[in-house]
């Protein structure tokens, strides 16, 4: 059965950093592209980044340009998100995502993880 793991939330303070990985095990039909979403209480569920796993291209939405970096690992088929200068916006609760081809909607993604809580104090 197809599953995603994530782990590595926590609290910091502001300006903080925090690696969150999302662990992949089972049969993935047809996907290529694992994304990061995150959902803060009363808000939209918002795209963070995305790679393709067959090629490492990667895309990040404007908010987090420059401070996240997503990556993989396919021996441990575990794809990160480095998170550096944290800010209290980027508190929410982050999830992975997997699908055929990188999208920023993410209705689109039909396997999903737990989620892991990440808040940053100010």
């Known amino acids: 059965q197809a599953q995603l793991v994530e782990s590595g939330g926590g609290s910091v303070q502001a300006g903080g950093s925090l690696r969150l990985s999302c662990a992949a095990s089972?049969?993935?039909?047809?996907?290529?592209?694992m994304g990061w979403f995150r959902q803060a209480p009363g808000k939209e569920r918002e795209g963070v980044a995305t790679?393709?796993?067959?090629?490492?291209?990667?895309d990040y939405a404007d908010s987090v340009k420059g401070r996240f970096t997503i990556s993989q690992d396919n021996a441990k088929n575990t794809v990160y998100l480095q998170m550096n200068s944290l800010k209290p916006e980027d508190t929410a609760m982050y999830y992975c995502a997997a699908r055929a081809g990188c999208s920023w909607s993410w209705e689109l993604y039909n396997y999903w993880g737990q989620g892991t809580q990440v808040t940053v104090s100010s």
């Open positions: 790679i393709y796993t067959d090629g490492g291209s990667t």
């Open positions: 089972g049969y993935y039909y047809s996907t290529n592209c």
